[in-house]
Structures are given as C-alpha cells and as structure tokens.
C-alpha cells in the first residue's frame, strides 16, 4: 500500500523548486521547452485528449473536488470550462520535471501548501497496477514510480496549431488513456500503447 511520509513532502518540495533526486545536491533542473520533446510547455497547463471533438465539446482533464481535504481525489476527462468558471481551477495542472527524464503531472487545484510547503497531488495508477485498464487518480506526491509519467512526441501528428503527445507511466509502461475514444466525458485509464489511438494523444498548452 502506497504511503505518504515525510521525505515525499520533501521530495515534494525539491520538485517544485526545480527537480527530483536521490539528493537535493542530484536534483535536475526543469528543462526549458526546447530541451523536452516537442516544446511541452511547463508550468501551468491544460491538457485536452486527442478524442475530444464536436459532439460533446472540447475536452479537458479534469480533477476532482477535494471534498475530504486529504489531497486525494479523481481525475476525469470533462468538457472545457471557460476561465471565469469554477471547475477551470479544476482543469489547470503542473507538469514538473523529475530525475532520470520523467516528470510529475500535479493538480493545481487539489494540491495546496500547509506554512509555506508545497503539498502536491499528482497524477497516479491506483492501487500501483500494472495492467491495462487500471484507473488513474490523483495521490499525494511520494516520488513513486507509478506516479512518474515520460512525456513523448506522437508521431500521428498534432491538431488546433499544437503538437500531440502521449504520456507513458514509467512504472506499468503503459499510456494515459481516455476511457472512451468517442470524445465523451469520462474516466482516465492507463492502457497498452497505441501512437495512433486518439485517446493516448494529448495537446498540452499553458493555461
């Protein structure tokens, strides 16, 4: 079972400051958009699925209310809300960049700070599964592998003037996925990889 300590809220807070290590001395700068694949915006972002389309309206990944205040919610895929709604806070994340080329995707709107100290909920396989299906939740960051995703260019090519990417989960090997290729609102799943599956496709873009 997954547990939260005090050296994830460390590792928490090495992340946003710039990277996650073996040590503070070890960790790795966030590297500017040139330096990841395809200019992946970092910082404050939106991710739409390659599926969204026109009969249920944009897309965009979207995170739970945190009802319990215990940072630990689900994720889902949802129509986009425009920035003057309340579930746009919802549809904002982080993407921070880790040791070893992998980054963490972080809620903007479930994570929170306690005195200063960042307390972040990212994107996670719940349960630590490796097979395909498994749900993807938001969980307080604990630098585990499950919650480590590599961010890479889909060579099915991008729409809307952005490039597309898929996001790998380094523990299971398999890709962030919608739980429909319909376009319809719904769960995230992570499922065996597919470059030209619409639901493994995501535009990311600043927000």
Do not use: Y
Request: with cysteine; charged share 15%; aromatic share 6%.
């Amino acid at each position: 079972m997954k547990k939260t300590t005090g050296i994830g809220v460390v590792l928490a807070a090495m992340a946003v400051a710039g990277g996650v290590g073996a040590t503070a001395a070890q960790a790795a700068p966030v590297p500017t958009a040139q330096q990841l694949a395809g200019g992946v915006p970092t910082g404050h972002v939106v991710l739409q699925p390659g599926s969204s389309n026109g009969t249920f309206g944009l897309l965009r990944m979207t995170a739970g209310v945190d009802s319990n205040h215990d940072l630990r919610e689900g994720v889902t895929s949802k129509q986009a809300a425009p920035s003057t709604d309340p579930t746009f806070a919802r549809q904002r994340f982080d993407i921070i960049a880790l040791d070893g080329g992998s980054f963490a995707v972080c809620s903007l709107s479930v994570s929170t700070s306690t005195n200063n100290f960042p307390l972040l909920s990212c994107l996670d396989v719940a349960n630590e599964q490796t097979t395909a299906g498994a749900t993807i939740v938001l969980r307080p960051f604990d630098n585990s592998p499950s919650q480590r995703w590599r961010i890479q260019h889909s060579s099915a090519g991008g729409g809307l003037g952005l490039a597309s990417f898929g996001l790998q989960n380094t523990f299971s090997g398999k890709f962030l996925d919608t739980v429909s290729d319909t376009g319809r609102p719904g769960a995230l799943v992570q499922n065996n990889g597919s470059d030209t599956d619409d639901g493994q496709r995501w535009f990311i873009k600043t927000a």
